[in-house]
């Protein structure tokens, strides 16, 4: 990796955990301002499909059942060869887990499933020492997986020009909320009631 890609990786991180520090000052009036803000939040109500995927253990999933009504999940689009925000995702997913409700599921959908097979997901895991088992990195059919993307909005035609948002569901609830940007204020979602 090229020292500036390092750079501007390193950067969005620290940006990311010193807006957290920011958020947690922010009431309850604040936080309904940001998520309507429509430049910084959408939300969906949707039903995941029933789609067969595969996780970087090699183990087979329903899509449906990994984001079942009791259960919070924050999930994401990526690919592991992204040379740019993909990897700010992750390691901004990994600064707040320990924010959020106990067992939420971390979900890492990639948009580029030729290449992201479950063992390349595999050592994307490794790398990034992603080890919870409330962690799924995952791989499918392709037009599937397009699919998806059109519905959340996130497909742009080209990997290289995705989607960088976190989308947040909240147990006993089908509405999932997209998050532009101010990841820090995920934990926040949560304790919202």
Known sequence: MSKHLIF?????????LSA???AKQFNSVDLDYVLSNSSRANTFSFSFPEMNVLDHRNQSKQLSE???????VVFAFFFTHCVSICTTVTLSLKSIQHRLPENTQMVMISIDPETDTPDILSN????????????????????????????FEAYRGNKMNHNTSLFVK????????EIKSDFSLIPQIFNKS
């Open 8 to 16: 501007l990786v390193l950067l969005t991180y620290s940006l990311n």
């Open 20 to 22: 957290f520090e920011n």
């Open 66 to 72: 990994l984001f079942d009504k009791d259960k919070n």
């Open 124 to 151: 994307y895991a490794k790398t990034h020492r992603i080890e919870d088992p409330n962690w799924f990195l995952l791989t499918g059919n392709k037009k599937q997986i397009i699919d998806l993307q059109k519905k």
């Open 170 to 177: 909240k147990s006993s609830s089908e509405k999932i909320i």
